[in-house]
């Protein structure tokens, strides 16, 4: 079992950036694709990115796209999602999940296609 844990919020003003870190205690992450969600106030939980386990494959949600990118340092692990050019309505509560696969997939978008998540990690963007 993994426990994510999830690092880098903050309060940033509109246009800037922020990054955040996921790693784990327990086991390593290299065996798990990778997700961050978020969840703003009064709204769902929704998928913003996703890595492969490798690495080598991404995927994003088009709300993000372009602004923010996935990566991840298995050696290290870590999995990082780097946000640009922040907005008001990015402003949520950044969640890092992991899946158990032997696929070399991002492609997993439902909250439910995640076995492990982390506690949490609040960002606010400032207008």
């Known amino acids: 079992q993994v426990q994510p844990v999830e690092s880098g919020g903050g309060l940033v003003q509109a246009g800037g950036p922020l990054r955040l870190s996921c790693g784990a205690s327990g086991r390593t992450l290299s065996g798990y694709a990778m997700g961050w969600f978020r969840q703003g106030p009064g709204k769902d939980r929704e998928f913003v990115a996703a890595?492969?386990?490798?690495?080598?494959?991404?995927y994003y949600a088009d709300s993000v796209k372009g602004r923010f990118t996935i990566s991840r340092d298995n050696a290290k692990n870590t999995v990082y999602l780097q946000m640009n050019s922040l907005k008001p309505e990015d402003t949520a509560v950044y969640y890092c999940?992991?899946?158990?696969?032997?696929?070399?997939?991002?492609?997993?978008?439902?909250?439910?296609?995640?076995?492990?998540w982390g506690q949490g990690t609040q960002v606010t963007v400032s207008s």
């Open positions: 890595i492969s386990r490798s690495g080598d494959s991404t």
């Open positions: 999940a992991a899946k158990l696969t032997r696929y070399g997939s991002s492609r997993y978008t439902g909250t439910k296609e995640y076995d492990y």
